[in-house]
């Protein structure tokens, strides 16, 4: 195996912080990835990596060996997409990860615009409704809410805001008091949020200052289908996106209740994130470019 090779599984390696993962995301065996790095070890003349069963580490020498490998390997791609920039049509396979309920209405006009536009992109997505690492679970990209980066230094940009609405159905309604005021939700049951994805209880701007009430609920989910579907069941009053429940106001299966109170931070934020790279592969850079496009043209709609 060539030194510069030994270099790129290195760095997988370090920003994986696993042998298996980093050959996983390289499409490699993780005894290939062992001894690429027993052979970079041997050719430095120092240990790289501290193993355990469990968990691998950086040396100190690793650490700032780590810094310059990253700074040339960013270097050599830069020079290669300068030289072939006019030639290069995006192309090999895009691993994304998506909300699953957030980009429901979204996730599939995205795509298929996208792979007409770039046919010899192949798209393996996941969803799901987790935190993830990009880096660590191989992917290029995800279509997030903000709670499931796990780290920091990636990169986000905002495709959409998702107002919430406050549902309820019209049944349950009939056997309690209408709430006229925030205040008086703290006679209600909700089918809330999880509380390890949004702290149960709501916060409105009243005259000019804050006002939280509690959540009081009996169920809660990490999925807001799911919670929707509940608040049809007439298990509580619901707070989810409002482009959920848009078919089910208007035919009236369920109301919206104090809309005329505005919810502090009362909208869920769909980003784009990728990972921290000087120079992004071109299927990366298309989708990021597209997905920009697309999701400008639903606010232009006013969608």
Request: aromatic share 6%; hydrophobic share 45%; charged share 25%.
């Amino acid at each position: 195996m060539d030194y510069l090779e030994s270099l790129r599984i290195f760095r997988s390696v370090v920003e994986a912080k696993s042998f298996t993962r980093a050959a996983n995301m390289l499409g490699l065996t993780t005894p290939i990835v062992s001894r690429a790095i027993s052979g970079l070890e041997q050719r430095l003349g120092s240990r790289l990596f501290h193993r355990t069963t469990r968990q691998v580490s950086l040396t100190q020498a690793a650490e700032r060996f780590y810094e310059g490998c990253a700074r040339i390997l960013d270097d050599l791609e830069a020079l290669e997409a300068d030289a072939s920039a006019q030639t290069r049509e995006p192309s090999g396979v895009l691993r994304l990860a998506a909300h699953t309920t957030a980009t429901v209405n979204r996730l599939v006009p995205l795509i298929s615009t996208f792979k007409r536009k770039h046919p010899k992109i192949s798209l393996d997505v996941t969803l799901t409704e987790r935190p993830v690492d990009l880096v660590a679970d191989g992917y290029d990209l995800g279509i997030v809410l903000p709670f499931m980066l796990s780290t920091d230094t990636t990169i986000t940009r905002l495709l959409e805001r998702m107002p919430l609405a406050i549902v309820v159905t019209p049944e349950y309604l009939r056997e309690r008091t209408v709430p006229k005021h925030p205040a008086e939700l703290v006679e209600h049951v909700f089918v809330a949020m999880s509380p390890s994805l949004r702290k149960p209880e709501l916060t409105f701007r009243v005259a000019d200052e804050n006002l939280t009430i509690p959540l009081r609920y009996e169920v809660a989910s990490n999925n807001a289908l799911f919670n929707r579907d509940m608040v049809l069941a007439g298990l509580g009053i619901g707070v989810v996106p409002a482009d959920l429940v848009r078919t089910e106001l208007t035919s009236g299966r369920l109301v919206s209740i104090l809309e005329n109170f505005e919810i502090v931070d009362g909208a869920i934020e769909i980003r784009l994130a990728y990972n921290t790279r000087i120079l992004l592969p071109a299927k990366v850079k298309a989708f990021v470019e597209h997905a920009a496009a697309f999701f400008e043209a639903i606010s232009l709609k006013g969608a």
